[in-house]
């Protein structure tokens, strides 16, 4: 009997370490980037009403809040120590919980909430087309980011920068035609991908804490 109860004390011990750490490494890029400069230029470009940071906040709460299960779940299990284990159990049941209301909440409001994004990353995309001096820091730090990435475009790919193409291609830029991922557009090799998928995800995330 003692051995079984090593054995799931282990088990427990190295299960929570790794959710621990999960914990960490989500709470240190989410810090690394909420200390960057280039977030809110490309997460709410111009648009006043939403809070720049919104989707790295929640990040550093999400790595903040499985940083603590993990450390009670460690030490309730190693200790056997019933008041962390209780603790540990009440956290897991309070994110399925908020796991389900999500989840009916996102199907109640599915249609709307796909126009209201829909609609958001169209105007995101507008800006990079634009040929207002407003619009350049958002510009040019997508262009970087689209460089990173291996992409071009937002929604409708190269076609998004419009006359602006010719001052950002070079980040749109890949190695030849002969890449799968890579096609022609203004006589330049570029990626074929787009961004917004990804803008979806944080444009989302945005809407559902407004």
């Not at 200390?35 to 720049?52: H, Y």
């Amino acid at each position: 009997m003692a051995g079984v109860n090593v054995c799931i004390k282990c088990s427990m011990f190295i299960f929570n370490f790794v959710f621990w750490l999960c914990g960490a490494i989500i709470l240190s890029i989410a810090i690394s980037i909420r200390a960057g400069k280039i977030g809110q230029e490309i997460l709410v470009p111009g648009d006043a009403n939403l809070s720049p940071f919104i989707v790295v906040n929640m990040l550093i709460f999400v790595g903040a809040v499985i940083m603590i299960l993990g450390f009670l779940g460690c030490c309730g299990a190693m200790k056997e120590n019933q008041f962390m284990m209780i603790l540990f159990f009440i956290g897991l049941l309070m994110i399925l919980l908020l796991q389900v209301a999500a989840g009916i909440l996102a199907t109640t409001s599915k249609s709307k909430t796909e126009q209201t994004l829909n609609k958001t990353l169209m105007i995101n995309a507008r800006l990079l087309s634009s040929t207002n001096e407003n619009e350049r820091v958002f510009q040019k730090a997508f262009s970087e980011l689209q460089g990173k990435l291996k992409c071009c475009g937002l929604v409708n790919g190269a076609s998004d920068w419009g006359s602006n193409f010719q001052h950002y291609y070079k980040t749109c830029e890949c190695p030849g035609e002969s890449d799968p991922s890579c096609t022609k557009y203004g006589g330049k090799a570029i990626y074929k991908q787009v961004l917004g998928l990804m803008f979806s995800i944080v444009l989302y995330c945005q809407m559902r804490k407004k």
